[in-house]
């Protein structure tokens, strides 16, 4: 009835309620009447914001755009195209809404958003790893690091996700930062798995001095094309990494 209103309490209510609330934002995008400004007649804000809390506060994991295209699929009549990423950025963004609420800084929001995690669960647990992550000393040098890393891969023309070859590891610096980093690929990836994104975080952390050293004493951008684009799949393996948890470098 309201933001703060009480949420359903058995499995049958909580069903009807998303239920309901997906209909009404589907329908209601579907045919164009997006609210504007303060401008809200059919409540849609309230019930995105419903859709939400009972996603967090019920510990309900199910995926935004799936359930978005069930809901559309059940219509059974033609809607506006782009009717589900419309509505997938609302909820989201009524999500933002809540964390700015909680004092929880835009920027980390957006390092999360930037991955587009389905699940609104999901999602929450992200924030809060990101949110403890930003204020730990070293959190801004670690996410210029990796701002560096992706826009030396970008620029490199070369194709990320090649294999990396250890034959190529030719200075000490490299090999220290590939050896450092396969050891830690274990628990990083135990700790993704299960969604423990603090801890997955602290490992990549890790990796700073490693990083460090690798920009002071390797030039990316060897003369020799192999060693080259040995040492870009290096540093786009490590993005690769980073960004399965949350876009960093857009913190600072």
Excluded: C
Aim: aromatic share 8%; hydrophobic share 45%.
């Amino acid at each position: 009835r309201f933001a703060g209103d009480e949420l359903p309490t058995n499995a049958v209510a909580v069903t009807l309620n998303l239920s309901d609330k997906l209909v009404t934002l589907t329908g209601i995008f579907g045919i164009g009447q997006l609210p504007k400004g303060d401008k809200d007649p059919y409540s849609l804000r309230r019930a995105a914001i419903g859709l939400v809390r009972i996603a967090l506060e019920k510990h309900l994991d199910f995926s935004v755009p799936e359930v978005l295209k069930l809901t559309l699929e059940a219509w059974g009549k033609d809607l506006r195209p782009g009717t589900a990423g419309e509505v997938e950025d609302y909820i989201f963004t009524r999500l933002r809404g809540l964390y700015q609420d909680q004092g929880i800084d835009a920027g980390v929001f957006a390092a999360v958003r930037a991955n587009r995690p389905s699940s609104i669960l999901d999602f929450n647990e992200r924030i809060k790893a990101v949110n403890a992550f930003r204020s730990r000393p070293e959190a801004q040098d670690l996410a210029a690091l990796f701002k560096r890393i992706r826009n030396i891969v970008a620029k490199s023309g070369i194709t990320a996700g090649n294999a990396i070859d250890t034959s190529l590891l030719q200075e000490d610096a490299e090999r220290v930062l590939y050896d450092e980093y396969q050891s830690t690929l274990p628990a990083l990836d135990t700790a993704l798995k299960k969604r423990e994104y603090h801890a997955a975080l602290t490992q990549m952390s890790h990796l700073r001095p490693a990083v460090d050293r690798f920009f002071k004493e390797v030039m990316v951008n060897a003369e020799d094309a192999a060693l080259k684009s040995n040492r870009i799949a290096l540093l786009s393996a490590l993005q690769n990494s980073l960004s399965q948890i949350a876009d960093i470098t857009v913190l600072y």
